[in-house]
Structures are given as C-alpha cells and as structure tokens.
C-alpha cells in the first residue's frame, strides 16, 4: 500500500497510509417505540437516510414501505431496532424485536 503523497496527512518527517474509502460509508442506529408518533418519525428518517446515499423518491417509498411492514407485522408491541448501514457499496436496514426473528433487507447503492 503506497504511502500518502499528497497535501493532506503528510509530512517530509512523517509518512501515513491513507486506506480508499467510499463516499458514504456510515452505521444509524436507534431504539423506538411501538406507536404512531415513532412510526411517521421513523418514515421521515428512511426517507432522509436513504435520499442522502442517492436513492430516487420510489425507490425510497419502496424501502419505507417494507420497512414500516417488517416492524409492524408480526413482530407484536414492544420497542425495536433499527439500524442502517452503508458498507462496500450496499445498504442494509435491519429490524430486531427481543423475542422475535431479525428482519433485514439489503440493496445496492444507487450509481452517482
């Protein structure tokens, strides 16, 4: 792996290695409730999660809409997580209940 040449991070006394990274590489996590107001919150959050990696307004609708079944169907009251992460060019959105199975989906991102 070469050593950085360029402006940043570098020095004539000092050499650092600078690994390639995506655009957007990131983990969201967070715990909600199981009631309206945390629903439109969570809709709201999809919507903006997904138009910041470049997603166009269907396939955002899409997400959401499968994302608003995995948490409301089946899996009974309660609180849950959800957690999305931008890895290696993919997204993965990922739902867990205590007591019941994990539900994920995962898509590759959108070409810039």
């Not at 969570?42 to 910041?52: F, K, R, T």
């Not at 849950?80 to 959105?93: T, Y």
């Amino acid at each position: 792996m070469p050593t950085a040449s360029g402006r940043a991070c570098c020095s004539r006394a000092f050499h650092c290695r600078i690994l390639p990274l995506p655009d957007h590489e990131f983990l969201f996590a967070l715990e909600m409730a199981d009631d309206p107001d945390s629903s439109r919150m969570l809709d709201e959050l999809c919507a903006a999660v997904l138009g910041h990696v470049g997603y166009a307004p269907p396939a955002i609708a899409e997400v959401n809409r499968e994302l608003r079944a995995a948490i409301t169907q089946g899996n009974g009251p309660g609180r849950c997580g959800v957690r999305f992460v931008v890895h290696g060019g993919e997204l993965q959105i990922v739902v867990a209940r205590i007591g019941a199975s994990e539900w994920r989906t995962t898509r590759r991102l959108p070409n810039p």
